[in-house]
């Protein structure tokens, strides 16, 4: 029996407790350390690079946060390395190097994107999570990812991402497939992770009953309030706001 209590330990915080006013960019080293420094569950988003190195980043493009028009899937490390986030001083870590930085402080929720074939990502990093002492667990959008999860790793903590897919590019009948979680029959999912915006949800609902949902990303007064209704933890940002306000 997997033992998901540490999902509920403390809140989670999107993307590491990042906050540029502070110099502070997401998914950074920085970020991971104020996670750390309060206790927080972090989540994080990787990538892998086309000389197989994975690295901590959640767009699959440069662009948004380095001001570099390129793709991660055609990018080596040594050709990124030195990029500044945010024209801040912190870069785009190495996934493991985070992993050695965090070395068990705190549990992580850490999710596979899909800009490659499934499989290449989900194998390398398990290369190097098969030596990693701390607790965690992986989530994604797309549910072939739960499955490899199934079918290679089934003692791995797996969660599916959901939300209404409005926003991404996919046919209708993949969407509503998606959004109503018709996967789950065969990927079987720990948890989900469900978009607070598309809540309240009688499917989630039923789901909570048995296993724990995760709400993304409560971010204020509104979406907290929303969140403790229908979710057992909350990805946030604005932590600090938050638990004066709600906590």
């Not at 350390?33 to 206790?39: F, L, Q, V």
Request: include cysteine; aromatic fraction near 10%; glycine fraction near 4%.
């Amino acid at each position: 029996m997997k033992d998901l209590s540490f999902l509920k330990s403390n809140l989670i915080a999107h993307r590491g407790m990042h906050d540029i006013e502070r110099g502070i960019p997401e998914n950074s080293m920085k970020a991971f350390k104020e996670a750390i420094e309060n206790n927080y569950i972090i989540e994080l988003d990787i990538h892998i690079l086309k000389d197989n190195n994975i690295v901590v980043i959640h767009d699959d493009n440069l662009e948004r946060l380095t001001g570099i028009n390129k793709d991660l899937k055609d990018s080596t490390y040594n050709e990124i390395k030195d990029l500044k986030l945010n024209n801040t001083d912190e870069h785009i870590p190495l996934f493991k190097d985070v992993l050695e930085y965090v070395s068990g402080k705190v549990p992580l929720v850490i999710e596979f994107k899909y800009d490659v074939k499934v499989g290449r990502l989900e194998k390398e990093a398990m290369k190097i999570l098969n030596n990693y002492k701390g607790k965690y667990v992986v989530k994604s959008f797309n549910p072939l990812t739960i499955n490899w999860f199934k079918k290679n790793y089934p003692d791995v903590i797996r969660g599916q991402l959901v939300s209404s897919f409005e926003t991404f590019e996919l046919n209708k009948v993949l969407k509503y497939f998606l959004k109503n979680m018709k996967f789950n029959f065969i990927t079987k999912p720990d948890f989900i992770s469900y978009n607070i915006k598309n809540l309240p949800n009688k499917k989630v609902e039923k789901f909570r009953k048995n296993k724990p949902v995760l709400g993304w990303v409560v971010r204020d007064n509104e979406d907290m309030n929303i969140a403790t209704k229908y979710c057992d933890n909350y990805i946030c940002e604005n932590i600090d706001k938050l638990k004066k306000d709600n906590l």
